[in-house]
């Protein structure tokens, strides 16, 4: 059964801090997408990245970056969080560019 | 960007009843696809229809694109409890890699 995994279901961070969250994917997709999802305003891309080391800003990379050193693993740095960046953040990947994405079950995360 | 607007924003049925909920989009797609979320998980692929295609069944599921009019259709039939979740169409961009999902409708089916 495919699967996509988050390090975090919840996590609670203060301003400033650097946070990262992993996102690791067993099915050897090539393309991995960060969204954050806030009521209202639905699932917004953050970045994506369609290789290994190969990376694109998606709608709202501002206060973001990330790094995809394997295949399987795509990861999310908040550099210095902040308040306005507490939101719930999904991964997913897919094999094949527009089709099917496959969803982590996301990471609420809290920025006191 | 999003392309896909969701109609409802909410929808409250009962067990049995049939749910319809359609989605707008503004340029050109290869495909669409509907995507249910149950609260507070990740989102679950329902169906993909392509460009090409006007009607597309899945078990309970049925859905409907129009590239004339730019709008697809989910409809759930004989509604479950179970099926309470949102549901969001996404369309592919521009950029070929990654979808546009619309804000989602809430769908609440009480027994």
């Known amino acids: 059964d495919v699967k996509v995994t988050q390090s975090s279901r919840y996590l609670v961070k203060r301003t400033g801090e650097k946070v990262f969250l992993e996102c690791v994917q067993d099915m050897d997709h090539e393309n991995m997408f960060w969204y954050r999802q806030d009521p209202g305003l639905g699932l917004r891309l953050i970045y994506f990245?369609?290789?290994?080391?190969?990376?694109e800003k998606g709608d709202i990379p501002e206060g973001y970056s990330v790094s995809r050193e394997k295949k399987e693993r795509f990861s999310l740095i908040l550099e210095s969080a902040s308040t306005n960046q507490t939101s719930m953040y999904l991964c997913a990947s897919s094999l094949r560019v527009g089709h099917e994405q496959f969803f982590g079950p996301g990471t609420r995360l809290t920025v006191l | 960007s999003q392309q896909g607007e969701e109609d409802p924003q909410a929808l409250s049925i009962q067990e049995g009843e049939n749910a319809t909920m359609n989605c707008s989009y503004k340029t050109s797609i290869n495909n669409l696809q509907w995507y249910r979320q149950n609260s507070g998980r990740g989102l679950v692929h329902l169906i993909l229809?392509?460009?090409?295609?006007r009607e597309k069944h899945s078990g309970r599921l049925r859905v409907t694109l129009d590239t004339s009019k730019k709008s697809s259709s989910l409809l759930i039939t004989a509604s479950r409890a179970a099926d309470t979740a949102s549901y969001f169409c996404a369309t592919d961009s521009n950029s070929g890699y990654a979808l546009n999902f619309g804000k989602g409708t809430s769908l609440l089916v009480t027994p």
């Open positions: 229809i392509r460009s090409n295609e």
């Open positions: 990245s369609y290789d290994v080391k190969m990376k």
